[in-house]
């Protein structure tokens, strides 16, 4: 909430991650604040929780206690290196966990590490934890018990490391880190041309065979003994780009962009974020909401998936306890004993 204020005031992140969220205030110090956080989860389907480690077990709702007093509850748990293991009570973050699981390591250019720039271990974790969540609900359906979920930040960057882990294991070292080219695959990634770059990827014999003869004009190198499989391409990969780049060097990248589409060869361009932001495809496909915010109308990206027939719910920023009062009389507070928790501090 407090990372920053680029959000007409508001966090970039918060707002990003709680549209469409109720908020409540409670101080689990207050042993009231207890009772109201038991009587949420006796109504509830899921709890979602991404604590300190042990910080759960701390306040009594730890899921095994949870599973026994709420057979049907589905508790869904979130960590930094998940259960058991030397690293189990370590804090966590994503930058920590790029690091932990060689995601650094694959990013950059020759010497120079880069971390990737969006939170990738935390999104990783929330989307198996969903995909756990959601199984888990569904076996519920005809069984009628809930499940303890669990993942975690390593767990979600170990299988996202996959092929360079086993590129590392099975073939003795590690791919080379290659900045906005892939490390393998060449030719694969952003090419100079006489004003700007151009990104391409060049994946398969039919692909090579037209970009030697339609995008670069040199349909001889399709037969030269240093390029005639993958393995060789990368192997002289310093020499296969750099006669790319001076193939390309004169050549405007409106030009360069023509010929990749007359060679059915995948493309895309380097976009600032500002650009991004203001893609064609975006705007096209009304990719782009306002939703209500303590500081106004903003403008939202639209979730990541559509369902036939339904529009995406795109509900409010919450203000900080926005809903306390709405959600305590859904749980059976009166008035009265409302006003007697703002006056303890609870909420």
Known sequence: RRYDTAVKGLSSY????????RSLTLDMKRPVATDILERLVATSDVLVQNLGPGAIDRLGFS????????PALVITSISGYGSGGPYETRKAFDLLLQGETGVIATTGNGEDLAKLGISVGDIGAAVYGTIGTLAALYERRATGQGRIVETSLFDALSEWMGYPAYYTLYGGEPPARAGVRHATVVPYGSYRCADGAVLLAVQTEVQWKAFCQTVCLHPEWEADDRFTSPALRRANRDVLERMIEESLAAVPR????RRLVAADIPFGSVNEVAEFVEHPQLTARNRWRDVDSPAGPLAAIVPPFDLEGMSPRMGAIPDVGDHTEEILSDLGYDKEEIASLYEQGAV
Do not use: I
Request: charged share 35%.
């Open 14 to 21: 918060f707002f990003w991650l709680n549209r469409g969220k």
């Open 63 to 70: 899921p095994g206690r949870l599973r026994h007093d709420y």
């Open 254 to 257: 409106e030009e360069v962009v």
